[in-house]
């Protein structure tokens, strides 16, 4: 049946449908880059928290120390998104609940930066990354990199921040 005869209720649902087909089908394990392709590590993790820190004591805010515990769901999502070439948070409640961080919390991703302080400066520019990152009930950062050298964005990042 065309989408011309659809009521435009039935249209917008069998467009979703169909998107959600597509993204299905774009996350295929196949499509995946094996997990032993990536390397990943959290070795810019001090120096995030000392560029955040410095970005939130100039806006009035304390600022943020590396949890080491909390590397580890930044290093999980990293890896996922490295692996699907796509920036995606996944279900990011569970995750820190599994990861014993339940509550306040927020996650920023980015892909094609090959470097810690570029990665931050492009989070202080989009809107939505620059809030999490001055959260104000915000005390503790993990920071994990995941990179897939030639495949999709090369170099995926992945910060978490709780109070």
Known sequence: MAMTNLSPIRAACAVTALAAALAACAL???KRVPREEISVSTADAARAA???SAYR???GLSPVRVDAALNAPATEQAVAVAQYGKLT???FSARMERYGAPGAAAENL???SSDVADVINRWKRSSGHNRNMLLPDM???GLAKATSPGKGY???WALVLAN
């Open 89 to 91: 948070h996944g279900n």
């Open 57 to 59: 004591v100039s806006k």
């Open 50 to 52: 000392s560029l955040i």
């Open 139 to 141: 005390r503790r950062i």
């Open 154 to 156: 090369g170099s995926y």
């Open 110 to 112: 980015s892909a094609g």
């Open 28 to 30: 295929q394990p196949e």
